[in-house]
């Protein structure tokens, strides 16, 4: 009988798997993990942790995905992270082994992070990727003579073919990690007392790491106040030129390395013309580049649009059903009330998002994967820079027309603050999909259903709403370029990596984790501001709401269903009109009235804080149509109808309606936004400029698209 | 001369990076006095440049190219 072994029978360790970009090391952390895969937070920065424990034998090995990175010195958010992790600043990850993934026909440069982490003293082993492209290009390694000049153990694998990989899992259950001696001479980089001293003050193994602690000191939040101000004092005093040293060290190292590539690598020259520069003429292509760049980009609009339709009716149909049948179940009462109206409705709305968020996932995933997505970059740098905004804007501002928060979340890999800042703080202008619903309400009012040419007018003008978007984004970003001072320089330094074919489970993977963390991160918020907004909507001050509900006329017995039905619409409407939204809504009235609002569309613009698409059926609670129609004939001719009883005009009259939509365009009505811009800006400061200046921008557009349309 | 001044399909040696705050992040990418470079592709609007450098490819605006000093090769 096999042995049971519990938990604390197993030794367990921690692997930290780390390589340049684009070597191949997320096709080997899929590989070595499948869906074990979880996603935690490193203290103090936004980046997604991605680790998994593997069982070998009687060991567990607990693998870290260490985002890709050129050196130990960090460039972006995510490369900070490595340099923790591999410093051993960061205790809660402290690996006991590193695996260095390699491209094998890009040595030079994975060599380059190899050794300095040798240098660091770190148990590891090195894996030679991509042998297919290398052996292609003419590159063979001698993995022998490599070992022998590094002096840690070297092995070759092909993770697209899932060759080797049983390789590594036998590596990694059998501890092959070598203790490198240290590849270059620290000692040369360091005064000799300075590196005593830190090395004695923090109790360092090398001077290598003694080394980096004083390099990161100023920009090193974990490090306390007192020792950041001894290392300072420390590197003053030793009148130690950083920079210099630095430089000095990348010299030495590549030439370093350049010897040992001699010793290992043949190379036999292959003049053939490479398959991805004859695809890149196309990709970069003046003309036809930007033209198959707006054919992918209608594509993605498709997907997230029209095949997101199905799955999205499929699942508002289920939560109402739910709804419905647990109503039934539960007891009448407060408590059931709260689960049927507040936090099942909640819930809905974030699932709902989930098709276009993942079908927007999976796009990304292989236009990634693929290698396009640094064409993307190469073709529209020039054009997002006078605007303030970078080549890698591009993605989280094509993330925004599906949900600025995987946009916001999808800013991290811009290295330059200033760029990402203005990003994240332009992305909630993109048209996102909550915002669909209500245009579609909107524009089915007060446009008509012409044709202008071969266009419909009503397509027109959702188009319009969609460019409308995009071009405060420009504009935007342009006045944040101006206004904002940043000493840093903006840079762009992007590798184009070879065309490949996506790998579908990589995708697969990469679009099931990322739709689990927006699911978490923006769910918390809406069902909170969900049930917040219901509690609100739902009671107000006694009286004055009796007074309101006994107003409704009650039918006469044996009045007509239909009777009966319209008083249960009066009824909740009166009952909304008195709750303390509706008072919130007759208070901002005053405010809203020169935008061509009354206090109902006042309320409405209270609850779309939850999410913007709840305008729909507050619109629908308000003017009777009863929340639960799902027909939106219904609630637009309703709505059409609606007269105000002060002036007898429609409320929903041309001018009103575009106002309306203007509004919903720039207005920051989005909690779960505001929440991921806190947490990717650590702190209120860009979150607040944000709500402001969008509130601004969409009560001044609003306010002159009114009054150019009455 | 420097190399955004390569004119596509030309190589160069580089032998210098010129001291900015961005030397470093361009000696990482593997651009070090001694590397021949070519220019592959220019973006449609002139900016940025793509350069082969061993087997890699890497995209650089003009601004960055500037940074660095090379000599062309016959």
New interface residues.
């Given amino acids: 009988m096999p042995e049971v072994i519990t938990p604390e029978k197993l030794s367990t360790f921690t692997v930290a798997l780390i390589g340049n970009p684009n070597v191949g090391k997320t096709t080997i952390f899929n590989r070595l993990t499948g869906l074990r895969q979880k996603v935690g937070n490193y203290p103090g920065v936004t980046v997604d942790k991605r680790y998994a424990s593997v069982k070998l034998g009687d060991q567990q090995a607990t693998i870290i995905d260490l985002p890709g990175t ?2 130990i ?1 960090p ?1 972006s958010e995510d490369e900070v992270i490595v340099h923790r992790v591999l410093n051993g600043l960061d205790k809660s990850s402290k690996p006991d082994f590193v695996l260095a993934v390699v491209d094998m ?2 040595m ?2 994975g060599l ?1 992070l190899v050794t300095q982490i040798m240098d660091l003293g770190l148990p590891m082993a090195v894996v030679l990727n991509m042998a297919d492209t290398a052996e292609e ?1 003419g ?1 063979k390694v001698k993995a022998h003579a490599l070992y022998k000049a590094l002096g840690v153990p070297v092995i070759q694998t092909n993770a697209r073919s899932n060759k080797g990989i049983n390789g590594i899992l036998d590596l990694i259950g059998q501890q092959m990690f070598e203790k490198p001696t240290s590849f270059l001479d620290s000692d040369k980089l360091l005064p000799a007392e300075l590196s005593a001293n830190v090395r004695e003050k923090f109790t360092l193994n090398n001077t290598y790491q003694a080394y980096q602690l004083i390099r990161f000191h100023n920009n090193e939040p974990i490090l306390s106040q007192e020792d950041h101000d001894w290392l300072h004092e420390q590197v003053t005093q030793a009148d130690f030129d950083l ?1 210099a040293t ?2 000095k060290e ?2 030495e190292r ?1 030439a370093a390395i350049q010897q040992v590539l001699e010793q290992s690598v043949e190379k036999t020259d292959i003049q053939k013309k490479r398959l ?2 004859q695809l ?1 003429k196309l990709f ?4 036809g ?2 033209a198959i760049f707006l054919c992918i980009l209608l594509l993605i609009f498709q997907a997230v649009f029209a095949w997101s339709a199905v799955p999205m009716d499929l699942i508002d149909g289920f939560f109402a059903r739910l709804s419905g049948t647990v109503a039934g179940w539960l007891p009448e009462g407060v408590l059931t009330d709260l689960i049927t109206e507040g936090i099942i409705p909640g819930i809905g709305g974030v699932v709902i998002f989930i098709p276009q968020i993942a079908l927007l996932f999976a796009f990304l995933g292989i236009l990634e994967d693929t290698g396009y997505m ?1 064409r993307v ?3 529209m ?3 997002m820079r006078p605007f303030g905004l970078n ?1 890698k804007s591009v993605v989280p501002l094509i993330s925004g027309i599906a949900c600025a928060i995987p946009g916001i979340m999808a800013s991290r890999n811009i290295g330059n603050w200033k760029d990402r800042l203005i990003t994240i703080m332009v992305t909630p202008l993109m048209s996102c999909s909550a915002r669909l619903p209500v245009y579609v309400i909107l524009i089915g009012i007060a446009v008509p259903a012409t044709n202008v040419g071969p266009f419909g007018l009503q397509a027109l003008v959702m188009l319009g709403m969609y460019l409308l978007g995009v071009v405060a984004v420009l504009v935007t970003a342009w006045i944040l370029k101006m206004v904002l001072h940043f000493k840093e ?1 903006s ?7 070879m065309y490949r074919l996506p790998r579908w489970k990589d995708v697969l993977i990469t679009m099931y984790s990322k739709s689990k963390t927006f699911v978490f991160e923006a769910g918390k918020v809406i069902l909170a501001i969900s049930i917040v907004l219901w509690v609100l909507a739902s009671y107000g001050p006694s009286s004055a709401r009796e007074e309101a509900i006994a107003a409704v006329e009650v039918p006469a017995d044996g009045a007509s269903e239909e009777a009966m039905l319209d008083y249960r619409h009066n009824l909740e409407s009166a009952e909304l009109e008195s709750s303390y939204i509706g008072i919130a809504g007759q208070f901002i009235e005053p405010a809203i009235r020169p935008l061509g609002y009354d206090w109902k569309i006042g309320i409405a613009l209270i609850t779309s804080f939850a999410a913007r698409e709840v305008f729909v059926s507050t619109m629908a609670t308000l003017y009777s149509v009863g929340s639960e129609v799902e027909d939106e004939l219904t609630i637009q001719q309703k709505l059409k109808s609606e007269v105000n009883p002060n002036t007898g005009e429609a409320v929903f009259n041309l001018a009103t309606a575009i106002s309306l939509m203007v509004f919903y365009a720039f207005a920051m009505q989005c909690m779960s936004t505001l929440a991921v811009v806190y947490r990717e800006t650590k702190g209120w400061k860009w979150p607040v400029i944000q709500t402001v200046y969008m509130t601004a921008l969409a009560y001044v557009s609003a306010l002159i698209a009114y009054q150019l349309f009455s | 001369m420097t190399a955004d001044k390569i004119k596509i399909g030309e190589r160069a040696i580089i032998h210098e990076i010129l001291p900015s705050e961005l030397t470093l992040n361009i000696m990482e990418m593997g651009f070090l006095p001694g590397k021949q470079i070519s220019l592959l592709q220019r973006a449609p609007l002139q900016d940025p440049l793509a350069f082969r450098l061993e087997n890699t490819v890497i995209a650089l605006r003009k601004a960055e190219a500037k940074l660095i000093e090379v000599t062309l090769e016959n």
């Fill in positions: 050129y050196s010195y460039n026909s890009s030079e440069r380059f290009q590159i920079k630095q430089i990348t010299q590549y991805t520069d890149d970069l292509h003046k003309i580049g930007y640094s970059v190469f073709l740098d020039r054009i080549g320089r840079y762009l330094m992007v590798e184009m990596p």
